[in-house]
């Protein structure tokens, strides 16, 4: 039995399949909390003798209890205004497309801008999306739509008019407004200063500002508006402890974000504990870390943080905007073009290493993979090895030289298990033809890092794929190969739930304090509809959280 000396548990809960994620004590069935923390974790009768009269008490019926998921790479602020926009996730040709246009328009018969999220790149099959298509559905009111990885944008020809785009205009090396044979712009937009333009129409620059350009409100929001962005950081907030979170590593951010977090807790709504970044862009000079400095000394509690400094080295490859060290298989004059060049990265690694944050930086290519890998062993060499615990976002391919480098440096690889295609939420092509054959075996290589020793991190990059941490641990352990002779990348049951848990809190150096069921620890669980260790893989999508506890505090019950 373990158990902290205590009076009377502010909550308890019984009748649980607790699965502790503490190897000295892996399993329990009943678990305390007093004051924000864990205070015994143990047999029923043990922690129903902590009851006392105003001690809530939750009976698991049998469920799991885990620790509270840890979202390790999402976007708070923009994921929550977009569950107001058109979801086009699972929508297929064109008829149907125009089919939830129009409803979707006829909804919002005074908005300036319509906007969809989710479309696949093959929405329409082979054909790739034009604003000529748009045009056919919705030709008088502006509209544009995302794809799921946000890195692409479609607009119609009066969104790219009212944007004053139709004509293209100068951008910086990784964007790019595709043209036409005409002169006029197409209607695909890659990367942010070619969609930007046309997405501010909507009215929720403030909400992109984070992930956009790292900057600050200008000018200073109304006092109506920033209620209503208060509003909608407490809708992501509420998304995120419906699905059984409790902490969040957000990978864009601003002051403005800090801001408005810090007044929603003073307001006693802060319902998850949130890490927000500095992000850094390519436009930036090394002096604007005076920012993320500061920004990491004012915020450093448990509820609220920062300390991380996110960069994006590259795009994606659906769109041939993610950096290759050999050309993509389907264009094979074409690398992809960084957003910093390999010597400009190491320069800015070093700079943020020295002053003790930590980075984290997109990067999808295994070219990317490989500058950044080398960006941290220059800062290291540079500053000396510390317990830097820096991060390489997404991995979605990268090459047998470089996986050892992620122990040897001591980096954290944060993967997606909703991002392979064929599984969970994305289609196969056209990203498969992107990579080509020869590359596949080291493709999205999750089961190749954990066996390497990689500390490997999980999370959704929520809104692209959905929240969801059981699916996306379903994801990751029913992950079929795309040919018989690739490795097998799914994982164990233990190995995701870890990556939800104690990877999660790792890479924010919480290891000591969440991520496990364990005295002292924060009072983060959640409680499930059903044991997860006696449900088949396949069914583990019915399994729900029916109650979310952070800090001790009900912040969802279904």
């Known amino acids: 039995m373990s158990v902290q000396t205590v009076h009377k548990a502010d909550l308890i809960v019984i009748n649980g399949r607790v699965l502790t994620m503490d190897a000295a004590r892996p399993s329990a069935e009943a678990v305390a909390i007093k004051d924000g923390l864990i205070a015994a974790v143990g047999d029923r009768a043990t922690v129903e003798a902590l009851r006392g009269p105003h001690t809530k008490v939750i009976d698991a ?20 205004a977009e569950l107001a926009h058109l979801q086009l996730a699972g929508v297929h040709g064109f008829e149907t497309l125009r089919d939830a246009v129009l409803a979707y328009a006829r909804s919002r018969p005074d908005a300036r801008i319509l906007v969809g999220q989710g479309a696949d790149y093959t929405i329409l099959g082979a054909e790739r999306v034009t604003r000529h ?29 009212m944007a004053d785009v139709l004509h293209g205009r100068e951008l910086t090396p990784g964007n790019e407004i595709v043209m036409g044979a005409d002169g006029l712009a197409e209607g695909e937009l890659r990367e942010n200063e070619a969609f930007n333009p046309v997405l501010k129409l909507a009215g929720e620059g403030r909400v992109r500002l984070g992930l956009s350009t790292g900057g600050e409100r200008d000018p200073m929001p109304s006092a109506e508006e920033r209620d209503g962005d208060r509003a909608i950081m407490r809708r992501g907030l509420d998304w995120c402890a419906r699905h059984g979170i409790t902490s969040v ?10 801001e408005l977090l810090s007044e929603v807790e003073s307001e006693g709504d802060l319902i ?10 390519n436009f930036m000079t090394l002096d604007q870390l005076d920012k993320a400095s500061d920004m990491d000394r004012r915020y450093h509690s448990e509820w609220l943080s920062s300390g991380l400094v996110k960069l994006f080295y590259d795009g994606v490859l659906d769109s041939w905007t993610a950096v290759m060290i050999e050309p993509y298989a389907d264009r094979p004059d074409w690398v992809g073009e960084p957003l910093f060049s390999p010597e400009e990265f190491k320069r800015i690694a070093a700079e943020i290493d020295r002053r003790g944050l930590q980075i984290a930086v997109h990067s999808i290519g295994d070219g990317a993979v490989r500058a950044v890998l080398d960006g941290y062993e220059a800062a290291q060499k540079a ?12 991995i979605e391919l990268t090459t047998a030289a470089d996986i050892p480098r992620f122990v040897d440096l001591g980096v954290i690889a944060s993967m ?15 990203t498969v033809s992107r990579i080509g054959r020869e590359r596949w ?49 799914r994982v164990s049951l233990q190995h995701a739930l870890a990556g939800y848990t104690v990877e999660g809190a790792y890479a924010e150096f919480m290891e000591d304090k969440k991520g496990r ?23 583990l999508h019915e399994v729900r959280p029916v109650t979310t506890i952070c800090g001790g505090k009900v912040t969802y019950q279904a």
């Open 133 to 161: 298509h748009l045009d056919a559905i919705l030709p008088d009111r502006a509209f544009l739509m995302a794809a799921p990885d946000h890195h692409t944008y479609w607009a119609n020809t009066k969104a790219l008019e």
């Open 416 to 430: 997606q298990p909703p991002h392979p295609p064929g599984g969970m939420s994305f289609p196969l092509e056209p």
């Open 249 to 258: 590593q957000n990978m864009d951010g601003n002051y403005y974000q800090l």
């Open 383 to 394: 500053n000396g090895k510390r317990d830097s615990r820096h991060r390489v976002e997404h």
């Open 441 to 489: 075996p080291y493709a999205y290589p999750t089961r190749t890092l954990i066996d390497a020793g990689a500390h490997v991190v999980f999370a959704s990059d929520w809104p692209v794929a959905p929240i969801d941490p059981i699916l996306g641990m379903q994801a990751a352990m029913l992950r079929k190969p795309w040919a018989d002779d690739m490795p097998d990348q």
């Open 272 to 281: 998850c504990r949130v890490k927000v970044p500095f992000h850094y862009k």
């Open 517 to 539: 069921i364990k005295p002292g620890f924060f009072g983060d669980l959640v409680v499930l509809s059903a044991d997860i260790e006696a449900t088949a893989p396949e069914d």
């Open 61 to 80: 019926r049998g469920g799991s209890v885990v620790p509270g998921f840890i979202e390790a790479h999402m976007h708070l602020f923009s994921g929550a």
